[in-house]
Structures are given as structure tokens and as C-alpha cells.
């Protein structure tokens, strides 16, 4: 397994997803999944997606600018840690942010978002 090229073609689907249609990221998710966005927790595909959608703005273009990974456990896991910038509609300034994802392998060879931690990050 190449965790770089899965690392990156998770998180161009992740936020080209995120952009155009954020309830459809339910099925990076499951029950046990976990999301922590600025300090609050929320557990659960359905409760993340719900977070997720009730988020105060409508339009927003992800910039990615580094993208780092490890591989995690004998499980095959992988930690993928994110920076870049955040641009809402409307908005002139974007916000720099961090977010780090744990992915987990599927029985069916596919991966899941276990953990999401997201952060902007203020100067």
C-alpha cells in the first residue's frame, strides 16, 4: 500500500466533497467515528454529518498546502495531517487551518475517518 498516493486521494475526495456537497461525507464515516471541530466533540456518521452541515456559512474553497502521513498500528491505519486555507463565500480574507484525519482500513479494502480533529488557525 502506498499511503502517500491513499493519503492524497483521500483528501482531494475529503475537500472537493466538502465544497460542493458536505452531506455527502456521511459515508467517510461510521458509528464509531469521531470528530472534534474547534474543540467540540461529536461521535457518530449521522452526528458528524449533521455537525458538518449546520456550519454557518454555505460556500467555502479548501486550499491545501502540505499534506503529511504515517501509517498507524498493525491494523494498517493511516494518520493524515492537513494545513492550508479556508476561503468562505463571501468573505475577503481566508483562514489558514489544520485538520488531521486517522484512517482505518475496511473489510472491503476501502478506508474510513475513525478520528477528525480541524482547527483554524489564528495568528
Known sequence: MD??????????????????????LGGLYQDGSMLTFEGAKTQGAA?????????PFQQCAHAIST????????????L????????LGGEQHSLKFSQMFH??????GNFYVLNDIFRLNYA
Do not use: E, W
Open 3 to 24: 499511503q502517500d498516493a491513499v493519503a492524497k486521494a483521500f483528501v482531494d475526495h475529503y475537500y472537493q466533497t466538502f465544497d460542493s456537497n458536505r452531506a455527502a
Open 67 to 78: 499534506i503529511d502521513c504515517q501509517l498507524s498500528g498493525p491494523t494498517g491505519g493511516i
Open 103 to 108: 484512517l482505518m482500513p475496511t473489510p472491503q
Open 80 to 87: 493524515v495531517f492537513v494545513s492550508g486555507s479556508l476561503q
Open 47 to 55: 452526528a458528524i454529518v449533521a455537525k458538518l452541515t449546520s456550519l
